[in-house]
Structures are given as structure tokens and as C-alpha cells.
């Protein structure tokens, strides 16, 4: 793993590096001249440290946006517009995802796109779904699938690029069937905008042309290179006009044929091709997985927060929602620090209670969550993970000191036969939440895993230029299927499974009146969990609004090193973490949280500074 970056003063391209506040608010201000001044800290590797899925780019002012009727946060402009116009053609929340969701396939290909997957959730007015369009492993892959011929676990960058990580996609089949249930506009008329915009070309903007940048391995892939660079080996430049043919192709293949364009025939023909065909890391993706692959509709979990709340989130094979509530659950039963904020920062005491409650979370994730369809739930249930007595007995290994390293409880009394897993890289994202004219809502993050997935692009079959990349999700399994005791961890790999995530798509309802009041999520890998219990804490615990919740800096816990953001935190702040036994490391922690917030005259949308989300209604 390489040390974390980071950004040591640098100018972000196209603009000036400054901290946003609210429109108005000079809460923030002194921040944006800290940033200018931080050093680079880049300690040793540690493998408890997470290796980001996109390095930062930059940060850019956010005023936040009160609308009056419908919303939509996503991460591109472009993305955003396509859904705001579905919604204004009288279209549901569903349909102005699909055309979001395409779109972004084209405008933030690192991130996400209709080689990857997805977990959303639906709130129609009287009941939240949960829906599943997480990846699956090939029937032909076994427990053994990331250990070289030396027996050993692959290096991340060994089982990552190329085909070996590959998984089912499961994207566009997941819009498809909500789109059944909860559509309202043609399929054809939602996919329109990103083929329109594949044909004519989008401006290359800051963001992806600085993923490009620090890239060191898309250029090998054929395809890829010939869209991504220029004949120099060069990134094309922020402004340039990008224009996929291929992969306007393949969209009008799917708006005439949906799903089955990409999971049958000529496409997955092509991916299967170049999966199976890599010339130094091949995967075993057939055509009959992805002709196969199926789409759950999951039980949502809904959880109570301080009796005032019920946050709803994705069951596993998600790990998100259970451990963000563990994490909240356990500050809830810690005695209250008084001043969590100091000068608009988490202060020392609450970030010990916070990173403490997060090592235990985590402690857990690693050893019980994993595909529910292979996977017994601990105690006969996820929500044993969340039970007030199991927490209360957890909440009290926290003290002054740093426990260090926490170990798994057992939820229920049992002991458990499974090994945890073992600490490696995570990766992610991109989040869309929608709320449309009828008040029905949504939230989505989907995925290709790494950035640029698996550094591997098809073109559907049509001999054109672009092309869409494929996903590594495999790597999300555990590289080890056994402990050295012979325990099997229950995130290894295994035929038909889906690989463990920390994707967390989260609707907020009031609880006694079941109102819906917020929709947010965030991609981030791993960090997904902290970015997303920051914003709850900050908007229903502090009393901030959305945007100033996803302004506050970064922080976290991995069972490892406690996180904090880079040029965010005082010297004092970290003198007293460490005072308590914490290893501090500070570092970019680049979020890209979206959030739409209920208020007396409609929503209040926010979106991160980190990326180039934004939201859009009216």
C-alpha cells in the first residue's frame, strides 16, 4: 500500500484552494488560510490506514440550495441536470436516477458507471426498500481466487488490474426493476440524455482530469488509453471535448433492449473477452454470470436513534448502516462531552469517544458481515449487532485510555467459529439522493470499486472509440479465505457471492411520525462509514444544516491509527489524542457526501467541497 497523499498547499485545478461555510457564514473562514500553511504528513504504510478510492482534487465553496418542491444531489453538474429535467418532465425519482446514473457512467467514469454496482433505497411514502445490485463472483472462482502460485495473498495492485476482480455487474439490472415497480416515463426516454451527451462530447473538467493525472496503470489498457490520453502518453486537458461513441452505442442498446444489452449478446460477449483474454491477470467472468445475475430485494434495517429518530440503511452484504449505527449507538450510551465542538472543530474529547466507538464497530465488521445468502447472522440476527444491551456491555471497554486494538464482541452470548479479516484497501463511489415532486425519495451509491475499477474498458463489441470500464469489486473479499488456525473469514471468496461493502445509502425518518427527513450518502471506501455518521452527527446531534455538516472535517477509525483530514485539526487537538494512547495520523480523507434535508419550506440540499457534486431543483 502507498502512503497516504496529500496535498501540500497546491492549488486545485481551475481554482483557488479555500474552505467553504455556509452562504453567508464566516463559521469556516479561518480554516480556508490553515489549509494554505498545513505540511504533508506522510507517515509509513499501515495497512490499518485506508487507501482512498480517489485522491483529492481540490476544494471548491458550496452555498448549499433550498428548493421549494424536488431535488436532485449528485455528483457532476451534468449528472444532475439530466435528472432535475426528467423530474420536471413529470418524471418519479426512480426515473431521474436512471438518467443520473447514466450520465455519470460517462462524465465520472473513475467513480461509478454501468460496468459496476449499486445498493439503493426507495421510500414511496409508506415503505422503505432496499435494493440490491451488488456485484457477484463467477461460478468458476474459488476461496483461492487472490493467492498467487507462491501461496501466498496477491498485492493489491497484483489482484486489482485486469481481470482476476471482476464481478458481475448488477448497475443497470438494479434501475431496471425499480424502474418496473416505481417508473413512471419510458426507459428509453431516461437513458436519451447520456446518449445524447456521449455523442456530442462533455468538457473534461478538473476532477477527473487530476484522477487522470495521478493514474499509473489505466494507460496499459488499449482501449482506455486511446480515450483517456493523448498520443504524448498525457491526460487530455481540463476543457477538452471527450466524446464516447462506443458507449452511446452501448446505451442505445440498453434504452431499446434494457438489461439484457449488457448482460447478453454482443456487450457481455466483449466483456467476457477482455476479462478472460487480459494477457497477464485474467479473470473467469463467463457469459452465462452475467446472463444469470439476479437483483435482491432486501429487508431494509431500520434503526431508532435517540428516541427521536429512525435511520434507515442497506442490511448486509453492506456493512454501512450496521456499523455507523454501532457507532452511534455506543456514543449514545457515553457520558455526554460537554463541548463537542471547539471553534467549529471536533474537539479531543469527542473525537476519543468517537474514534474508541469506531474501533469496536469495526472490530465486529471485520469478523460477522459478509453476503447474508452465505453468512449466518451473528445471534440469529444483524440487529444482535445493535441490540441496547450488547452495546451498553461494549460501550463500557470505552475509558480515558485508547483501547488500541479492539476485538469482536459476541453479540447474544455466542462465540463465534469465523476468523476477522484482516485489514486491506477499500474503495468506492459515487451517491445520488433524490427527492421528487410527490415527496417519494431516494438513495443510491453505486460503484466500480477502484478508481477506474479495474483499469479495463469494453467497447460493447463496436469496434468504436471509448467504451465503459469494468469493475474490480472481487477485491472487496477478504484476500485470505482462513485464519493460520484453519477459521474460515466470512468475507472470502466463494462462487455466486457478493463481496462485503461499506456502500450506505441512508434515509432519516422522524420516528414517531415517520416523516422523512433527510436522504445522504457518500463514497469513500471503508471512510464511507465515518463521512456518513459525521453528517448525522452534525445535522441531528449539533444542530448544523446539511451543508455545514458536510463541511466539518474528516475523522475516523479503522480499528487502527485514528484519521484526521489534513490541516483540519490543531496541534493541541492532536497532542491530546495522543496524550490517550491514539496513533494519530493525519492525511486527505476526500469525501463526496450528498445530502437533502427536510425543512419548514422544502429541502435544503448539500453537497461536498471535496468533489464536484451539486445539487439542483426547485
Request: proline letters at 8%; hydrophobic letters at 45%.
Amino acid at each position: 500500500m502507498t502512503p497516504p497523499r496529500c496535498a501540500c498547499g497546491a492549488s486545485p485545478p481551475g481554482g483557488q484552494r479555500q474552505w467553504p461555510g455556509r452562504a453567508g457564514s464566516t463559521a469556516f473562514a479561518g480554516l480556508a488560510a490553515a489549509l494554505l500553511l498545513v505540511a504533508c504528513v506522510a507517515p509509513p504504510p499501515d495497512p490499518r490506514l485506508p487507501d482512498l478510492p480517489e485522491g483529492a482534487s481540490g476544494l471548491s465553496a458550496k452555498p448549499g440550495w433550498s428548493v421549494a418542491r424536488f431535488a436532485v444531489a449528485a455528483a457532476n453538474p451534468l449528472a444532475a441536470d439530466a435528472g432535475v429535467r426528467v423530474l420536471k418532465a413529470g418524471g418519479t425519482a426512480v426515473d431521474a436516477a436512471v438518467a443520473v446514473q447514466m450520465v455519470l457512467a460517462l462524465v465520472e467514469p473513475q467513480s461509478s458507471g454501468i460496468g459496476g454496482g449499486a445498493f439503493l433505497l426507495h421510500w414511496d411514502g409508506h415503505a422503505v426498500q432496499a435494493w440490491d445490485g451488488r456485484e457477484t463472483a463467477p461460478a468458476a472462482i474459488d476461496e483461492r481466487l487472490f493467492i498467487g502460485a507462491d501461496g501466498q495473498p496477491l498485492h493489491h495492485e497484483q489482484a486489482v488490474v485486469g481481470g482476476r476482480a471482476v464481478g458481475v455487474p448488477g448497475a443497470v439490472r438494479l434501475l431496471e426493476a425499480v424502474h418496473r415497480q416505481h417508473g413512471r416515463l419510458p426507459w428509453a426516454q431516461l437513458v436519451q440524455p447520456a446518449i445524447a451527451l456521449a455523442e456530442q462530447g462533455f468538457a473534461l473538467g478538473p476532477r477527473l482530469h487530476a484522477q487522470l493525472q495521478g493514474e499509473t496503470m489505466l494507460a496499459a489498457d488499449a482501449q482506455a488509453r486511446a480515450y483517456f490520453y493523448r498520443a504524448d502518453g498525457q491526460p487530455h486537458p481540463v476543457g477538452h471535448v471527450l466524446r464516447n461513441p462506443a458507449l452511446a452505442a452501448v446505451l442505445r442498446r440498453i434504452a431499446a433492449e434494457g438489461s439484457a444489452a449488457l448482460h447478453t449478446g454482443a456487450v457481455a460477449a466483449d466483456i467476457v473477452r477482455r476479462v478472460q483474454g487480459h494477457a497477464s491477470n485474467p479473470g473467469r467472468l463467463s457469459e452465462a454470470d452475467l446472463a444469470g445475475y439476479a437483483v435482491r430485494l432486501r429487508a431494509p434495517i431500520c434503526t431508532d436513534w435517540k428516541q427521536v429518530y429512525r435511520v434507515c440503511g442497506m442490511p448486509p452484504p453492506s456493512s454501512g448502516h450496521l456499523a455507523v449505527m454501532q457507532i452511534l449507538g455506543l456514543l449514545e450510551r457515553l457520558p455526554p462531552v460537554d463541548q463537542p465542538l471547539h471553534r467549529g472543530v471536533p474537539g479531543a474529547d469527542w473525537l476519543h469517544a468517537y474514534a474508541e466507538a469506531s474501533r469496536l464497530a469495526f472490530a465486529d465488521r471485520a469478523l460477522f458481515v459478509a453476503d447474508p445468502d452465505f453468512v449466518d447472522a451473528p445471534a440469529g440476527g444483524w440487529t444482535s449487532l445493535l441490540d441496547d444491551a450488547y452495546l451498553r456491555q461494549r460501550a463500557r471497554l470505552i475509558g480515558e485510555r485508547s483501547l488500541g486494538t479492539a476485538r469482536p464482541g459476541q453479540p447474544g452470548g455466542q462465540r463465534s467459529a469465523l476468523a476477522p479479516q484482516p485489514a486491506q484497501p477499500e474503495h468506492g463511489t459515487s451517491h445520488i439522493s433524490i427527492v421528487d415532486g410527490e415527496g417519494h425519495a431516494l438513495a443510491m451509491t453505486t460503484s466500480i470499486e477502484a478508481a477506474f475499477g479495474a483499469r479495463l474498458m469494453s467497447d460493447g463489441g463496436t469496434g468504436l472509440a471509448g467504451g465503459f470500464l469494468l469493475n474490480n469489486q472481487l477485491s472487496d473479499f477478504s484476500r485470505l479465505p482462513a485464519d493460520a488456525r484453519g477459521r474460515p473469514i466470512a468475507n472470502r471468496a466463494q462462487p455466486g457471492k457478493r463481496p462485503r461493502s461499506s456502500m450506505n445509502p441512508t434515509l432519516v425518518f422522524e420516528r414517531r411520525s415517520g416523516r422523512l427527513l433527510m436522504s445522504l450518502g457518500s463514497p469513500g471506501g471503508a471512510a464511507i462509514i465515518h463521512f456518513n455518521a459525521k453528517a448525522l452527527i452534525g445535522t441531528f446531534d449539533w444542530g448544523l444544516d446539511a451543508q455545514q455538516a458536510i463541511n466539518l472535517p474528516n475523522f475516523g477509525n479503522f480499528n487502527g491509527p485514528t484519521l484526521l483530514e489534513a490541516g483540519r485539526f490543531g496541534a493541541a487537538t492532536v497532542a491530546a489524542l495522543k496524550a490517550r494512547g491514539h496513533a494519530v495520523v493525519e492525511m486527505d480523507l476526500t469525501s463526496g457526501l450528498q445530502a437533502l434535508q427536510r425543512t419548514p419550506t422544502g429541502w435544503f440540499g448539500g453537497a461536498d467541497p471535496r468533489r464536484e457534486g451539486v445539487v439542483m431543483g426547485e
